[in-house]
């Protein structure tokens, strides 16, 4: 599924690696970064991790954060 680049609302870069037929994601800040694990119980759906969610909709990513913090992402090439 592969590996692809967001930009954040904070100007910030995020890359997505998608595993398990799409139920997994990895969120990495940097393309040498460690990833932040989240998964969905079904394509669709919410992905939950230890310390965030995210949801897709369209080619726009919002990831929540433990501590409240919440940013819109877009991924790019899709402008």
Same mark, same amino acid.
């Given at each position: 599924?592969?590996?692809?680049?967001?930009?954040c609302s904070?100007?910030?870069p995020l890359?997505?690696?998608?595993?398990?037929?799409?139920?997994?994601?990895?969120?990495?800040?940097?393309?040498?970064?460690v990833p932040? &694990?989240? /998964? $969905?119980?079904?394509? =669709?759906? %919410?992905?939950?991790?230890? &310390?965030? /969610? $995210?949801?897709?909709? =369209?080619? %726009?990513?919002?990831?929540?954060?433990?501590?409240?913090?919440?940013?819109?992402?877009?991924?790019?090439?899709?402008?």
């Amino acid at each position: 599924m592969g590996r692809h680049p967001y930009r954040c609302s904070d100007g910030e870069p995020l890359f997505v690696d998608y595993k398990d037929n799409g139920l997994q994601i990895d969120l990495r800040r940097s393309s040498s970064a460690v990833p932040m &694990t989240l /998964t $969905a119980p079904a394509q =669709g759906l %919410q992905y939950v991790g230890e &310390t965030a /969610t $995210a949801t897709f909709k =369209g080619s %726009q990513l919002t990831v929540v954060e433990g501590e409240g913090r919440t940013r819109i992402c877009e991924r790019e090439g899709t402008r």
